[in-house]
């Protein structure tokens, strides 16, 4: 399927957006994500389809000063 990742087209394999966050590793991080531009909770990511053309946003916290 081919999908936007943070401005970038990919073709991948996910059919959800849990299953993206694996093929990509980010399963273990902390991220924020976003589908089409609406937020995406992580508790309701598993059961958030994906399909063809869609774009995601994946957000990883960053400190500074």
């Avoid at 902390?30 to 609406?38: I, P």
């Avoid at 909770?41 to 994906?50: A, M, Q, S, W």
């Amino acid at each position: 399927m081919h999908i936007h990742v943070n401005g970038k087209a990919l073709d991948v394999a996910a059919v959800t957006l849990a299953a993206l966050l694996r093929e990509l590793e980010y399963e273990d991080g902390t991220v924020a994500t976003a589908l089409n531009r609406s937020f995406v909770r992580r508790c309701d990511r598993g059961e958030t389809p994906l399909k063809e053309g869609d774009a995601v946003e994946i957000l990883a916290p960053r400190q500074g000063g």
